[in-house]
């Protein structure tokens, strides 16, 4: 019965994103010129050419490096570090490597590649107290979405964990699929939007537990002067294998981000701080995100 809730509150998601997407299409299609949130070659030409470029080029390269799904190639450096973690408040730390690529189908449909490789350092919090490091279980999406978009923008998709772990404790030694869908909305200032997925496992070690995850990440973005701005980006987790009461991760927090160039390279800096109001037995308390956003505008 929880399996198939889940399927349907996915399917449900997908259904809305479908429904409102295509009104979303309809009024692109009725307007002209670029769409508010959007970006021109020439105002991204200038951004790459000058010092700092100019304030408008500034803001649309911020705004896509805040949309998940903009037709742009980038390469995010994440570190998250846990504190808190078990009963002798133990630190762990993940390097995320998320490459994001996309590729034009044709004149409707782009699809867009995200790619996240975990580096993992985590503590033993049950055992003699030492330290696991390695490669964890790599995770790819690809969504498809709207060439043309409007202020409001969509994806949807498959997506995949592959048992890339290098050791047991690093991953769930499991293939694993499911599905994914992003929506947001770009107006002024803003970028807001969010992403869910879930994934269930369908072969792999028989010893090991099911994977069965849920996850939604919601993302507020209010763009400032001078390539500044703030931002709040927590991922809500649950683990539906898991004991009543162990299920849930819910971060509450943000920070502040700003978009800047060495040399003719553009990059995205951002810190975010979070809480966590709901966490499993031994989870952490409290995190800190620091990430470096290679961007690379066509």
Known sequence: MKRICQFGLLISAVVILNITALSGQAEADAKAGTPDGEFSRD????????????????EALAKAAQNPIANMISLPLQNRTLFGIGPDDDTQNILNIQPVVPFGLNDNWNVITRTIAPLIWKPDVVGDGGTTFGLGDINATMFFSPAKSSEFT????PVFSFPTATDDVLGNDKWSAGLSGVALVLKGPWVVGGLISNLWSFAGDDDRADVNQFLFQYF???NMADGW???????ITADWEAD???QWTVPFGGGVGKIFKIGKQ???AQVQAFYNVETPDNGPDWSLRLQLQFLFPK
């Open 154 to 157: 969509w994806g949807v998709g």
């Open 244 to 246: 009543s009461g162990n």
């Open 43 to 58: 105002e991204l030409k200038e951004m790459i050419k000058t010092p700092e470029g100019t304030a408008a080029a500034q």
């Open 266 to 268: 553009p990059l995205n």
């Open 229 to 235: 701005y703030l931002s709040s980006a927590p991922i």
């Open 220 to 222: 507020i973005n209010y």
